[in-house]
Protein backbone atom coordinates (compact mmCIF):
# COMPACT_ATOMS: atom_id res chain seq x y z
CA UNK A 1 0.00 0.00 0.00
CA UNK A 2 1.33 2.96 -0.90
CA UNK A 3 0.80 6.64 0.56
CA UNK A 4 2.59 10.07 1.91
CA UNK A 5 3.01 11.08 5.02
CA UNK A 6 2.63 14.17 6.43
CA UNK A 7 3.75 15.07 10.39
CA UNK A 8 2.05 18.02 12.32
CA UNK A 9 3.63 18.81 15.93
CA UNK A 10 1.17 20.37 17.94
CA UNK A 11 -0.60 20.30 21.53
CA UNK A 12 -0.76 16.49 19.79
CA UNK A 13 1.36 15.63 17.44
CA UNK A 14 -0.10 13.10 14.22
CA UNK A 15 0.28 11.94 11.22
CA UNK A 16 -1.54 12.51 8.01
CA UNK A 17 -1.62 9.70 5.35
CA UNK A 18 -2.98 10.13 1.84
CA UNK A 19 -2.91 7.78 -0.77
CA UNK A 20 -5.15 6.11 -3.19
CA UNK A 21 -7.12 2.87 -1.28
CA UNK A 22 -5.74 3.17 1.69
CA UNK A 23 -9.08 3.05 3.65
CA UNK A 24 -8.67 -0.81 3.45
CA UNK A 25 -5.43 -0.05 5.84
CA UNK A 26 -7.06 1.71 8.55
CA UNK A 27 -7.45 -0.81 11.45
CA UNK A 28 -3.25 -1.61 10.56
CA UNK A 29 -2.58 2.41 11.31
CA UNK A 30 -4.47 2.99 13.91
CA UNK A 31 -3.25 -0.13 16.18
CA UNK A 32 0.06 1.16 17.22
CA UNK A 33 -1.48 4.71 18.00
CA UNK A 34 -4.62 2.92 19.79
CA UNK A 35 -4.38 0.04 20.70
CA UNK A 36 -6.92 -2.68 21.15
CA UNK A 37 -9.76 0.09 21.83
CA UNK A 38 -13.00 0.28 21.04
CA UNK A 39 -14.14 2.32 18.07
CA UNK A 40 -17.26 4.66 17.76
CA UNK A 41 -17.32 5.67 13.50
CA UNK A 42 -19.46 8.76 13.06
CA UNK A 43 -20.90 9.32 9.44
CA UNK A 44 -23.47 10.63 6.94
CA UNK A 45 -25.99 9.13 5.05
CA UNK A 46 -24.30 9.57 1.43
CA UNK A 47 -21.09 8.34 2.81
CA UNK A 48 -22.66 5.41 4.89
CA UNK A 49 -25.01 4.05 1.68
CA UNK A 50 -20.92 4.42 -0.11
CA UNK A 51 -18.51 3.02 2.39
CA UNK A 52 -20.16 2.71 5.19
CA UNK A 53 -19.60 -1.48 4.87
CA UNK A 54 -16.51 -1.14 3.76
CA UNK A 55 -14.73 0.70 6.54
CA UNK A 56 -16.96 -1.34 9.18
CA UNK A 57 -15.53 -4.48 7.59
CA UNK A 58 -11.85 -3.63 6.91
CA UNK A 59 -12.12 -2.22 11.11
CA UNK A 60 -13.56 -5.49 11.90
CA UNK A 61 -10.65 -7.76 9.62
CA UNK A 62 -8.16 -5.89 11.69
CA UNK A 63 -9.97 -7.33 14.86
CA UNK A 64 -11.47 -3.87 16.38
CA UNK A 65 -15.47 -4.06 18.01
CA UNK A 66 -16.69 -1.08 16.06
CA UNK A 67 -20.45 0.62 16.11
CA UNK A 68 -21.77 2.75 14.03
CA UNK A 69 -23.73 6.34 14.13
CA UNK A 70 -25.06 7.79 11.03
CA UNK A 71 -26.43 11.30 10.82
CA UNK A 72 -27.94 12.83 7.69
CA UNK A 73 -26.22 14.01 5.58
CA UNK A 74 -25.42 17.99 4.90
CA UNK A 75 -24.39 21.37 7.25
CA UNK A 76 -27.76 21.62 9.23
CA UNK A 77 -26.40 18.09 11.04
CA UNK A 78 -23.79 19.87 12.18
CA UNK A 79 -25.92 20.72 15.50
CA UNK A 80 -26.49 20.51 19.45
CA UNK A 81 -29.25 18.24 18.75
CA UNK A 82 -26.85 15.53 16.95
CA UNK A 83 -23.89 16.69 19.20
CA UNK A 84 -26.37 15.59 21.68
CA UNK A 85 -27.42 12.26 20.25
CA UNK A 86 -24.04 11.08 19.53
CA UNK A 87 -22.59 11.68 22.82
CA UNK A 88 -25.63 9.76 24.01
CA UNK A 89 -25.14 6.86 21.77
CA UNK A 90 -21.59 6.66 22.79
CA UNK A 91 -22.48 6.22 26.36
CA UNK A 92 -24.91 3.53 25.55
CA UNK A 93 -22.11 1.56 23.74
CA UNK A 94 -20.61 2.24 26.88
CA UNK A 95 -17.45 3.39 25.14
CA UNK A 96 -14.25 4.47 27.80
CA UNK A 97 -12.01 6.66 28.10
CA UNK A 98 -9.44 4.34 26.18
CA UNK A 99 -12.20 3.90 23.28
CA UNK A 100 -12.05 6.31 20.35
CA UNK A 101 -14.27 8.07 17.71
CA UNK A 102 -13.80 7.43 13.95
CA UNK A 103 -15.00 10.59 11.78
CA UNK A 104 -15.65 9.12 8.72
CA UNK A 105 -16.78 11.72 6.24
CA UNK A 106 -16.84 15.47 5.11
CA UNK A 107 -16.38 18.61 6.87
CA UNK A 108 -19.68 18.27 8.64
CA UNK A 109 -18.89 14.78 10.71
CA UNK A 110 -15.55 16.09 10.82
CA UNK A 111 -16.60 19.51 12.79
CA UNK A 112 -18.86 17.06 14.97
CA UNK A 113 -17.24 13.93 15.31
CA UNK A 114 -14.14 15.90 16.90
CA UNK A 115 -16.01 18.21 19.04
CA UNK A 116 -18.13 14.98 20.20
CA UNK A 117 -14.41 13.28 20.95
CA UNK A 118 -13.46 16.51 23.15
CA UNK A 119 -16.46 16.19 25.07
CA UNK A 120 -16.90 12.59 26.18
CA UNK A 121 -15.52 11.52 29.39
CA UNK A 122 -13.64 15.00 28.94
CA UNK A 123 -11.83 13.85 26.03
CA UNK A 124 -11.47 10.43 24.13
CA UNK A 125 -9.07 10.26 21.04
CA UNK A 126 -10.10 10.60 17.31
CA UNK A 127 -9.05 9.68 13.80
CA UNK A 128 -10.43 11.94 10.82
CA UNK A 129 -10.95 10.05 7.47
CA UNK A 130 -12.08 12.87 5.42
CA UNK A 131 -14.16 12.06 2.33
CA UNK A 132 -14.44 15.16 0.63
CA UNK A 133 -11.68 17.39 -1.26
CA UNK A 134 -12.46 19.86 1.25
CA UNK A 135 -12.22 18.02 4.14
CA UNK A 136 -8.66 16.52 3.13
CA UNK A 137 -7.43 19.46 2.64
CA UNK A 138 -8.64 21.48 5.09
CA UNK A 139 -11.21 20.42 8.12
CA UNK A 140 -9.24 17.26 8.84
CA UNK A 141 -6.40 18.54 9.15
CA UNK A 142 -5.06 21.76 12.55
CA UNK A 143 -8.02 20.45 15.09
CA UNK A 144 -10.71 23.18 14.89
CA UNK A 145 -13.65 21.35 15.61
CA UNK A 146 -17.33 23.34 16.24
CA UNK A 147 -21.15 22.96 15.77
CA UNK A 148 -23.29 25.72 14.36
CA UNK A 149 -26.02 27.21 16.86
CA UNK A 150 -28.76 29.24 15.92
CA UNK A 151 -27.25 32.46 16.22
CA UNK A 152 -24.40 30.87 13.60
CA UNK A 153 -22.15 28.86 12.08
CA UNK A 154 -19.59 27.07 14.14
CA UNK A 155 -19.63 29.28 17.08
CA UNK A 156 -19.51 26.49 19.41
CA UNK A 157 -16.58 24.44 19.48
CA UNK A 158 -12.60 23.64 20.47
CA UNK A 159 -9.26 23.17 19.26
CA UNK A 160 -8.62 19.25 19.99
CA UNK A 161 -6.48 17.34 17.17
CA UNK A 162 -6.95 13.93 15.64
CA UNK A 163 -4.56 11.05 16.79
CA UNK A 164 -4.15 10.27 13.06
CA UNK A 165 -5.82 11.62 9.39
CA UNK A 166 -6.01 8.64 6.94
CA UNK A 167 -6.98 9.93 3.35
CA UNK A 168 -7.96 7.68 0.94
CA UNK A 169 -8.25 10.09 -2.25
CA UNK A 170 -9.86 6.77 -4.23
CA UNK A 171 -13.18 7.75 -1.93
CA UNK A 172 -13.54 11.09 -3.51
CA UNK A 173 -14.12 9.93 -6.95
CA UNK A 174 -17.42 9.59 -5.83
CA UNK A 175 -17.38 13.16 -4.55
CA UNK A 176 -20.71 15.30 -7.20
CA UNK A 177 -18.92 17.75 -9.46
CA UNK A 178 -20.09 20.69 -7.55
CA UNK A 179 -18.42 19.71 -4.24
CA UNK A 180 -15.64 18.33 -5.41
CA UNK A 181 -15.03 21.81 -6.66
CA UNK A 182 -15.81 23.54 -3.51
CA UNK A 183 -12.68 21.84 -2.73
CA UNK A 184 -10.54 22.91 -5.97
CA UNK A 185 -11.37 26.79 -4.44
CA UNK A 186 -9.69 26.05 -1.08
CA UNK A 187 -6.91 24.50 -3.56
CA UNK A 188 -6.41 27.69 -4.89
CA UNK A 189 -6.29 29.46 -1.92
CA UNK A 190 -3.47 27.73 -0.60
CA UNK A 191 -1.70 28.32 -3.99
CA UNK A 192 -2.29 31.89 -3.81
CA UNK A 193 -1.15 32.63 -0.35
CA UNK A 194 1.79 30.35 -0.13
CA UNK A 195 2.81 28.62 -2.78
CA UNK A 196 2.96 29.71 -6.30
CA UNK A 197 4.79 26.52 -7.74
CA UNK A 198 1.14 24.67 -6.61
CA UNK A 199 -0.54 27.45 -7.95
CA UNK A 200 1.02 27.08 -11.25
CA UNK A 201 0.20 23.56 -11.56
CA UNK A 202 -3.47 23.95 -11.17
CA UNK A 203 -3.35 25.35 -14.38
CA UNK A 204 -3.31 21.67 -15.92
CA UNK A 205 -6.25 20.11 -15.04
CA UNK A 206 -6.94 17.29 -13.87
CA UNK A 207 -4.26 17.84 -11.17
CA UNK A 208 -2.38 14.42 -9.53
CA UNK A 209 -4.63 14.68 -6.40
CA UNK A 210 -2.48 12.77 -4.50
CA UNK A 211 0.22 15.75 -5.19
CA UNK A 212 -1.99 18.39 -4.20
CA UNK A 213 -3.30 17.39 -1.27
CA UNK A 214 -0.22 16.16 -0.04
CA UNK A 215 0.85 19.78 -0.53
CA UNK A 216 -1.83 21.91 0.72
CA UNK A 217 -1.83 19.62 3.96
CA UNK A 218 1.85 20.70 4.30
CA UNK A 219 1.10 24.25 3.66
CA UNK A 220 -1.67 23.94 6.37
CA UNK A 221 0.74 21.89 8.91
CA UNK A 222 3.15 24.76 8.75
CA UNK A 223 0.81 27.66 9.34
CA UNK A 224 -0.89 25.59 12.26
CA UNK A 225 2.47 24.59 13.67
CA UNK A 226 3.14 28.46 13.77
CA UNK A 227 -0.21 29.82 15.58
CA UNK A 228 -2.34 26.06 16.49
CA UNK A 229 -4.52 28.56 18.52
CA UNK A 230 -5.24 30.94 15.76
CA UNK A 231 -4.02 33.99 16.95
CA UNK A 232 -2.21 35.72 14.38
CA UNK A 233 -0.61 33.49 11.45
CA UNK A 234 -3.64 31.08 11.13
CA UNK A 235 -5.31 34.00 9.82
CA UNK A 236 -3.97 34.00 6.21
CA UNK A 237 -6.08 30.75 5.96
CA UNK A 238 -9.54 33.21 5.59
CA UNK A 239 -8.18 34.61 2.26
CA UNK A 240 -11.28 34.81 0.63
CA UNK A 241 -13.73 33.08 3.27
CA UNK A 242 -14.33 36.81 5.58
CA UNK A 243 -15.71 38.38 2.25
CA UNK A 244 -16.97 34.90 1.55
CA UNK A 245 -18.57 34.13 4.39
CA UNK A 246 -20.54 37.55 3.81
CA UNK A 247 -21.92 36.72 0.60
CA UNK A 248 -22.73 32.81 1.92
CA UNK A 249 -24.59 34.52 4.88
CA UNK A 250 -26.35 36.96 2.25
CA UNK A 251 -28.12 34.03 0.15
CA UNK A 252 -28.70 32.09 3.23
CA UNK A 253 -26.11 29.20 1.97
CA UNK A 254 -27.68 29.26 -1.47
CA UNK A 255 -24.37 30.31 -3.02
CA UNK A 256 -22.06 27.11 -1.72
CA UNK A 257 -18.80 27.82 0.30
CA UNK A 258 -16.54 27.16 -2.48
CA UNK A 259 -18.20 29.35 -4.53
CA UNK A 260 -18.31 31.96 -2.05
CA UNK A 261 -14.69 31.65 -1.07
CA UNK A 262 -14.01 32.12 -5.07
CA UNK A 263 -16.10 35.22 -5.25
CA UNK A 264 -14.64 36.64 -1.93
CA UNK A 265 -10.76 36.04 -3.24
CA UNK A 266 -11.43 37.93 -6.25
CA UNK A 267 -12.76 40.74 -4.25
CA UNK A 268 -9.67 40.45 -1.71
CA UNK A 269 -7.43 40.45 -4.94
CA UNK A 270 -9.41 44.08 -6.28
CA UNK A 271 -8.88 45.50 -2.83
CA UNK A 272 -5.51 44.61 -2.76
CA UNK A 273 -3.82 47.74 -5.60
CA UNK A 274 -6.27 49.88 -3.70
CA UNK A 275 -4.07 49.32 -0.20
CA UNK A 276 -0.68 49.77 -2.68
CA UNK A 277 -0.44 45.74 -3.27
CA UNK A 278 -0.31 44.20 -6.27
CA UNK A 279 -2.98 43.38 -8.77
CA UNK A 280 -3.38 39.72 -9.35
CA UNK A 281 -7.16 39.85 -9.87
CA UNK A 282 -7.43 39.02 -13.35
CA UNK A 283 -4.83 36.66 -13.16
CA UNK A 284 -6.78 34.93 -10.23
CA UNK A 285 -9.78 35.50 -12.11
CA UNK A 286 -8.77 33.38 -15.19
CA UNK A 287 -7.78 30.50 -13.15
CA UNK A 288 -11.06 30.65 -11.03
CA UNK A 289 -13.11 30.33 -14.18
CA UNK A 290 -11.49 27.66 -15.73
CA UNK A 291 -12.71 25.44 -12.67
CA UNK A 292 -16.07 26.62 -13.92
CA UNK A 293 -16.85 29.44 -10.88
CA UNK A 294 -18.93 32.06 -11.24
CA UNK A 295 -16.80 35.09 -9.53
CA UNK A 296 -19.41 37.60 -9.84
CA UNK A 297 -20.83 39.31 -6.45
CA UNK A 298 -24.49 38.93 -6.99
CA UNK A 299 -24.91 41.32 -3.96
CA UNK A 300 -24.31 45.32 -3.71
CA UNK A 301 -21.19 46.56 -2.00
CA UNK A 302 -23.49 47.97 0.81
CA UNK A 303 -24.75 44.57 1.43
CA UNK A 304 -21.69 42.79 1.90
CA UNK A 305 -20.32 45.42 4.41
CA UNK A 306 -23.57 44.89 6.58
CA UNK A 307 -23.12 41.40 6.55
CA UNK A 308 -19.33 42.02 7.30
CA UNK A 309 -20.31 44.12 10.41
CA UNK A 310 -21.69 40.68 12.03
CA UNK A 311 -18.35 38.68 10.99
CA UNK A 312 -17.03 36.88 14.19
CA UNK A 313 -13.45 38.13 13.64
CA UNK A 314 -14.24 41.48 13.68
CA UNK A 315 -12.67 42.79 16.76
CA UNK A 316 -13.56 45.80 17.90
CA UNK A 317 -13.78 48.42 15.28
CA UNK A 318 -11.08 46.48 13.00
CA UNK A 319 -11.74 43.68 11.07
CA UNK A 320 -8.88 41.65 9.83
CA UNK A 321 -8.89 40.69 5.78
CA UNK A 322 -6.02 38.46 3.63
CA UNK A 323 -4.53 40.23 0.45
CA UNK A 324 -2.37 39.21 -2.00
CA UNK A 325 1.11 40.78 -2.21
CA UNK A 326 1.97 38.49 -5.72
CA UNK A 327 0.48 34.69 -6.51
CA UNK A 328 2.00 32.85 -3.39
CA UNK A 329 2.37 35.48 -1.17
CA UNK A 330 -0.72 37.05 0.90
CA UNK A 331 -0.74 39.26 3.91
CA UNK A 332 -2.65 39.97 6.91
CA UNK A 333 -3.79 43.89 6.78
CA UNK A 334 -6.08 44.83 9.68
CA UNK A 335 -8.33 47.99 9.03
CA UNK A 336 -11.11 49.74 10.46
CA UNK A 337 -14.54 48.59 9.65
CA UNK A 338 -15.41 51.92 7.76
CA UNK A 339 -12.39 51.65 5.53
CA UNK A 340 -13.53 48.10 4.32
CA UNK A 341 -16.71 49.52 3.23
CA UNK A 342 -14.98 52.45 0.97
CA UNK A 343 -13.04 49.89 -0.62
CA UNK A 344 -15.91 47.15 -1.07
CA UNK A 345 -17.63 50.18 -2.62
CA UNK A 346 -14.89 51.06 -5.14
CA UNK A 347 -14.35 46.98 -6.27
CA UNK A 348 -17.81 45.43 -6.33
CA UNK A 349 -20.39 48.11 -8.86
N1 LIG B 1 -12.63 22.42 11.13
C1 LIG B 1 -12.14 23.17 10.16
O1 LIG B 1 -10.98 23.61 10.21
C2 LIG B 1 -12.99 23.44 8.96
C3 LIG B 1 -12.40 24.03 7.82
C4 LIG B 1 -13.20 24.23 6.71
C5 LIG B 1 -14.52 23.84 6.72
N2 LIG B 1 -15.06 23.28 7.83
C6 LIG B 1 -16.45 22.84 7.87
O2 LIG B 1 -16.59 21.80 6.92
C7 LIG B 1 -17.95 21.74 6.50
C8 LIG B 1 -18.00 21.57 4.99
O3 LIG B 1 -17.33 20.38 4.66
P1 LIG B 1 -17.68 19.59 3.31
O4 LIG B 1 -17.63 20.54 2.18
O5 LIG B 1 -16.85 18.38 3.28
O6 LIG B 1 -19.22 19.28 3.49
P2 LIG B 1 -20.03 17.97 3.90
O7 LIG B 1 -19.40 17.24 4.99
O8 LIG B 1 -21.45 18.40 4.06
O9 LIG B 1 -19.94 17.07 2.58
C9 LIG B 1 -20.49 17.57 1.38
C10 LIG B 1 -21.41 16.54 0.74
O10 LIG B 1 -20.62 15.51 0.16
C11 LIG B 1 -21.13 14.23 0.56
N3 LIG B 1 -20.00 13.31 0.54
C12 LIG B 1 -18.95 13.30 1.41
N4 LIG B 1 -18.03 12.42 0.98
C13 LIG B 1 -18.50 11.87 -0.16
C14 LIG B 1 -17.97 10.93 -1.08
N5 LIG B 1 -16.76 10.41 -0.93
N6 LIG B 1 -18.73 10.61 -2.16
C15 LIG B 1 -19.96 11.18 -2.35
N7 LIG B 1 -20.48 12.10 -1.53
C16 LIG B 1 -19.76 12.43 -0.44
C17 LIG B 1 -21.73 14.48 1.92
O11 LIG B 1 -22.67 13.51 2.27
C18 LIG B 1 -22.37 15.85 1.71
O12 LIG B 1 -23.62 15.70 1.09
C19 LIG B 1 -18.62 23.01 7.00
O13 LIG B 1 -19.43 22.68 8.09
C20 LIG B 1 -17.45 23.87 7.44
O14 LIG B 1 -17.80 24.74 8.49
C21 LIG B 1 -14.31 23.07 8.94
Same mark, same amino acid.
Given at each position: ?25 ? =?? !??? /?? @??? &??? %? ?6 ? +? ?107 ? =?? !??? /?? @??? &??? %? ?6 ? +? ?117 ? &? ?52
Amino acid at each position: MQFRTVHVEASRSYDILIGRGILAGL =GG !FIR /PL @LGN &CRL %AVITDSNV +DALYGNAIMEHLSAAGYKACKYVIPAGEASKCADNLLAFLNFMAGEQLTRSDAVIAFGGGVVGDLGGLSASLYLRGVKYVQVPTTLLAAVDSSVGGKTAIDIPAGKNLV =GS !FYQ /PS @LVC &CDT %ALMDTLPK +DIYRDGCAEVIKYGMILDAELYKTLHTLPFDREEVVARCVEIKRDVVQQDEFDNGIRGLLNFGHTFGHAIEKLSNFAVSHGEAVAKGMVIAARIAPLCGLCDVADELSALLAQYGFDIT &CPYSANEVYDALLTDKKRRGGKISVVLPRSVGDCTLVTLPVEEVGVLLSKVIV
